[in-house]
């Protein structure tokens, strides 16, 4: 995923499937650097900052 999916997912109404290593998850916010997220699994408050490009829209 690049960062311009990233800021469309997040400004969307819709809810749009997102997967971290195969874990259905939220992106809580794009990082600064551009090249990181927050995100936290659906069902948990867990928050892990990962690289976007590996996070793959279902």
Sequence with gaps: ???????QI??????IGVEYNGVSVWIDKLNEDGRTATVHP??????STVEIRELKEM
Excluded: C, G, I, T
């Design 10 to 15: 997040l400004s969307s109404s819709a809810e």
């Design 42 to 47: 659906r069902d948990l408050e867990e928050r």
């Design 1 to 7: 995923m690049d960062a311009n999916r990233v800021k």
